[in-house]
């Protein structure tokens, strides 16, 4: 991915560490565009690379990180998504759903479902309604309230549709990872989850955390 479309990697790190304020498309964008008109990408992507040390306390120095980016830029947009990878983050999500909302609504209303619905019908039609009408934040604020009312988060019906209708792909962004919390893996599918629950001699159900939508 990085070598081929590094504007991608690129935008998915700096939304990491711009902590949202920007988002993955805006930055890997701008990235893209220094890149094809100055050949210089690079600069940008030092700047992060050393915003990013001083957040987490990284050795290192100004120089040294231009030098990296300069001469191996590929490889030092990898090691920065690693570094962040290995630090819990799911660098991809965000960037998955500015672009595809679709794949994420899908893998949140396979789970929310327990396997009646699956990633690809639900995504689907999700893309169709977005596509025909605008307002796929209706269908994808049903599946909020569902999974409010399994989980028993605090909310409204009224509040779910402002997040939804203000905010679509926080509000997607914010079920995936309240499911992925939960302990689903979300690339697996409904099925996949049991089977990996029986797999370990357990009873398929979430585990019990203490949480409410809040990230």
């Keep these: 991915m990085t070598f081929w479309c590094p ?3 690129f ?15 805006t930055t890997g964008a701008l990235y893209m565009l220094l890149a094809w008109f100055t050949g210089c990408g690079c600069i940008y992507s030092c700047f992060y690379r050393t915003k990013m040390r001083k957040q987490y306390n990284l050795k290192g120095s100004e120089c040294g990180d231009c ?4 001469f191996c ?11 962040l990878t290995n630090r819990g983050f799911d660098v991809a999500l965000g960037c998955i759903t500015c672009w595809c909302p679709c794949i994420t609504f899908g893998q949140v209303a396979e789970i ?41 988060i605090e909310g409204s019906d009224c509040g779910d549709c402002l997040k939804h209708f203000f905010c679509e792909l926080c509000a997607l962004t914010q079920q995936y990872r309240e499911l992925k919390n939960r302990g689903f893996n979300m690339d697996l599918g ?9 797999n370990q001699g357990a ?10 939508m809040n990230r």
């Design 73 to 83: 830029e590929l490889c030092a947009l990898t090691q920065a998504y690693r570094e």
């Design 190 to 198: 409904w099925v996949g989850n049991v089977q990996r629950q029986q």
């Design 67 to 70: 030098l990296k980016h300069f």
């Design 7 to 9: 504007c991608v990697t």
């Design 203 to 212: 009873e398929m159900g979430a585990p019990v955390f203490q949480g409410g």
């Design 112 to 152: 929310v479902d327990q396997g009646s619905t699956t990633c690809g019908t639900a995504g689907a039609l999700y893309a169709l309604i977005n596509a025909v009408t605008g307002c796929a934040c209706i269908y994808s604020c049903f599946y909020r309230g569902k999974m409010r009312a399994q989980y028993n």
């Design 11 to 25: 935008g998915q790190i700096a939304e990491i560490v711009d902590q949202g304020s920007s988002s993955c498309g």
